[in-house]
């Protein structure tokens, strides 16, 4: 069973960058992957950012395109979000993903998905970005 526990969020300025992280176990032949959801927002409108498969191919929404970098560290059973050049914009609660398991490398799209198909869901944790 996946396992997934969020860290790394916080409060920077516009500009600034963060780094967030995702424990997890278990998930290796998994698609792993970042959500982003306002508190209060219904469930509908959590939009997907980025999405790795199990090779290290990647997907992102358009939105966070060069500023965003997702990477994965199998040796230590953890999913990296990288964030740079932040915005107002992006101030959301990031939550850690995982749907699979798959045979091969395998990600469904990110832009435009709210994650209804993805099986596993962490905690989340809040990213703040004042201007």
């Known amino acids: 069973q996946v396992q997934l526990v969020e860290s790394g969020g916080g409060s920077v300025q516009s500009g600034g960058s963060l780094r967030l992280s995702c424990a997890a176990s278990?998930?290796?032949?998994?698609?792993m992957g970042w959500f982003r959801q306002a508190p209060g927002k219904e469930r509908k409108e959590r939009e997907g950012?980025?999405?790795?498969?199990?090779?290290?191919?990647?997907k992102y929404a358009d939105s966070v395109k060069g500023r965003f970098t997702i990477s994965r560290d199998n040796a230590k059973n953890t999913l990296y979000l990288h964030m740079n050049s932040l915005k107002p914009e992006d101030t959301d609660m990031y939550y850690c993903?995982?749907?699979?398991?798959?045979?091969?490398?395998?990600?469904?799209?990110?832009?435009?998905?709210?994650?209804?198909?993805?099986?596993?869901w962490g905690q989340g944790t809040q990213v703040t970005v004042s201007s």
């Open positions: 950012v980025a999405a790795i498969d199990s090779r290290g191919s990647t």
């Open positions: 278990g998930y290796s032949r998994y698609c």
């Open positions: 993903a995982a749907v699979g398991p798959y045979s091969g490398a395998y990600c469904p799209k990110v832009d435009g998905s709210v994650g209804y198909e993805w099986n596993y």
